[in-house]
């Protein structure tokens, strides 16, 4: 198609063709019919390289973080030979805007070879919506472009911090001081119960049922297939405070794989689980394949979730209620997720907190003292629970380093003065 130049170049062709109709400037006729000759001539032009085109997209330098500068390269096959002198590729990335690109020939071969660079790419998957190569005359009067769009995504991994261990280590203790049991033995549940056979071992009598009914009965068990740990992520859309890469669900994600990675070091079985409409979830249990897939999924992820902490925790066919351990990651504390948090530790299942004190993205904020005496609760619980807050040192709070318990223990110790 035509580019405005080339119609206003064409338009005045045909001006000119007229005034010198008009006048009898013969002089004129040649000057007409070479702007004319021109539009056409590049039209044609445009034509000829309109060839098609099939696009391979790299991204340069590895995986990319939160943060980095991304630098996108591309390659484009040309069938045929005669190929487009200065093309230009456009592409318009989800939440990224529209990227251009100039083009070069590649040597000793029929295609093409580009990139551009892309600032500070906080952390997500970028959908590519659009890719086009465009094609233009070197008087800019004629433009083509060639659709090479590929269903592609840019991802950024989120910025994640070394461990070498973690808060929850040294377990939980009761108001009594009796250790907590963070690590179950069994992973058989009851299935059912039936009549008691001969020679049976009386250790399997259910004794309810037996007081029943009268008569022995006896427990059926299955395996019950359960992960080690679970790591919950808090995806609730309204608990989120601050923008993009300075938000309380960006700080949350960063704890919650720095976790999940730890774990899975350790080679332990580990859950990720998101409460994400979708409910999204994925079972590490190593450094390898799960993992990486663990990793794009905190990627993608974000805060949209419609349901509440306490609530997703409830059902208890989840993967994150059946683990024996479960961390739960959020920035909203309130007394139905803590009393989730105690249940889970009086059936002697393990249960820990990393909140993400929202207060702290706000000028001058001030953390509730609803969320303080929360905190209390599972203090006195033996519940283990760490407070991260902006500008922190995430590793070393994760880690329960000796100026992070301290921390907890002083808001533990001021909430506690305050509701007594």
């Not at 601050?242 to 994600?253: C, K, P, Q, R």
């Not at 530790?345 to 303080?372: I, N």
Request: net charge neutral; proline share 4%.
């Amino acid at each position: 198609m035509l580019t405005d130049r080339g119609r206003a170049v064409l338009a005045l062709g045909g001006l000119t063709y007229l005034a010198a109709w008009s006048f009898g400037g013969r002089a004129l006729y040649p000057i007409a019919l070479g702007l004319v000759l021109a539009v056409a001539g590049a039209a044609l032009w445009v034509r000829l390289v309109n060839l098609p085109m099939r696009l391979r997209r790299s991204v340069w330098e590895g995986e990319h973080f939160g943060g980095d500068d991304v630098h996108l390269a591309v390659e484009i096959a040309v069938d045929g030979t005669m190929l487009p002198a200065a093309p230009v590729l456009r592409e318009r990335l989800a939440r990224l805007g529209e990227h251009e690109a100039e083009l070069r020939r590649v040597a000793r071969g029929r295609g093409l070879a580009g990139g551009y660079t892309l600032s500070r790419v906080p952390r997500g998957r970028y959908a590519i919506e659009s890719s086009s190569v465009v094609l233009e005359d070197p008087f800019g009067l004629a433009r083509a472009d060639v659709e090479v769009t590929r269903p592609d995504a840019l991802l950024v991994y989120p910025r994640l911090v070394e461990l070498d261990e973690v808060f929850t280590d040294a377990g939980g203790q009761t108001p009594g001081g009796r250790q907590l049991l963070l690590r179950r033995t069994t992973g058989f549940e009851l299935h059912s119960v039936r009549d008691y056979e001969q020679g049976e071992s009386l250790r399997r009598v259910h004794w309810p049922s037996t007081a029943r009914r009268g008569e022995l009965m006896v427990k059926e068990l299955e395996d019950a297939p359960r992960d080690e740990s679970a790591v919950f992520l808090d995806a609730c859309a309204g608990g989120v405070v601050g923008e993009g890469a300075d938000s309380t669900f960006e700080l949350a994600v960063r704890a919650a794989g720095s976790l999940v990675r730890l774990h899975a070091r350790r080679g332990r079985r580990t859950s990720l689980v998101v409460s994400t409409p979708g409910r999204a979830y994925q079972r590490v249990g190593s450094l390898d394949g799960d993992w990486q897939r663990a990793l794009e999924l905190l990627a993608a992820v974000q805060p949209d979730g419609h349901m509440s902490a306490s609530a997703f925790l409830a059902d208890e066919s989840g993967a994150a209620a059946r683990a024996l351990d479960l961390t739960v990651v959020t920035a909203s504390l309130d007394g139905r997720l803590v009393d989730v948090l105690l249940q889970r530790a009086l059936a002697r299942h393990g249960a820990s907190l990393v909140y993400v004190d929202p207060a702290s993205f706000l000028p001058e904020g001030r953390r509730p003292q609803e969320v303080d005496g929360q905190l209390v609760r599972l203090d006195r619980a033996g519940v283990p629970a760490i407070v991260v807050r902006r500008g922190d040192d995430l590793a070393a709070r994760l880690a329960g380093s000796l100026e992070a318990r301290q921390g907890s223990a002083s808001v533990a110790a001021a909430a506690g003065g305050a509701h007594g």
